[in-house]
């Protein structure tokens, strides 16, 4: 399995404030994403970096901000939270010359109140 | 632009039974075509892929033929098992990122 973990796993919070979720791979990868995922949706990409600090928009990227200051660490960040922003969050990398094939971590469940 | 459209799920199916789940696309150009498996509780993880026309992947069982002249890539298995119960997602790429359908969650009853 990629290394890849994200955290926390878990998180409730309250509108309005904000979140950040973090995203680690010990692949060395240069691509990395972040999706979320909803009922009837499926997978909507967020944000995606293709290397250190070098980072674009995706699908719905509206509320959202990213950091990525090291190869390693992806950061994805809900500066206030919504209700609309509950959802399962996914992390992905890819490899240079491989991005057709994505590795995905475990999801982060975040609900907001 | 480019989109990718899955049947509606749930499907539910006795062991043993065939399954096909269909997946067309809409995309410029060639994409390569992908299904993805989600298992409860888990990521997305890499099913099977094929990188042009009349490609075939194949994976666990399971198999999906890249039909250009139907925009069509449908997952295919013979005799599914209970433990093939999960939500599959059909796919393509278009530059440094890959496009998902909404999901298919598949059932396999004992």
């Known amino acids: 399995d990629a290394g890849i973990t994200q955290s926390p796993r878990h998180k409730v919070t309250e509108t309005g404030t904000p979140v950040t979720l973090r995203c680690h791979q010990t692949e060395n990868h240069r691509y990395m994403y972040w999706y979320r995922q909803d009922p009837g949706h499926g997978l909507r990409l967020i944000h995606y970096?293709?290397?250190?600090?070098?980072?674009d928009k995706g699908e719905v990227s509206d509320g959202y901000s990213v950091s990525r200051s090291k190869t390693e660490d992806f950061l994805l960040t809900l500066e206030s939270a919504t209700s609309s922003q509950t959802s399962v969050y996914f992390c992905a990398i890819s490899e240079e010359g491989k991005i057709d094939t994505q590795y995905f971590g475990p999801g982060t469940r975040l609900t907001v109140l | 632009g480019d989109s990718v459209t899955q049947m509606e799920g749930p499907v539910t199916l006795s062991e043993e039974a065939f399954l096909t789940i269909n997946c067309t696309y809409t995309?410029?150009?060639?994409?390569?075509l992908f299904w993805y498996v989600q298992y409860p509780g888990e990521g997305l993880q890499l099913l099977l892929k094929a990188t042009k026309a009349d490609d075939k992947g194949s994976n666990k069982g399971f198999e999906a033929t890249y039909r250009k002249e139907t925009t069509s890539f449908h997952l295919e298995k013979g005799s599914v098992q209970v433990s093939d119960s999960a939500v599959y997602f059909c796919a393509l790429d278009r530059d440094d990122k890959i496009i998902f359908g909404k999901g298919t969650r598949l059932h396999i009853l004992p």
């Open positions: 970096s293709y290397g250190v600090k070098d980072t």
């Open positions: 995309a410029t150009g060639y994409p390569s």
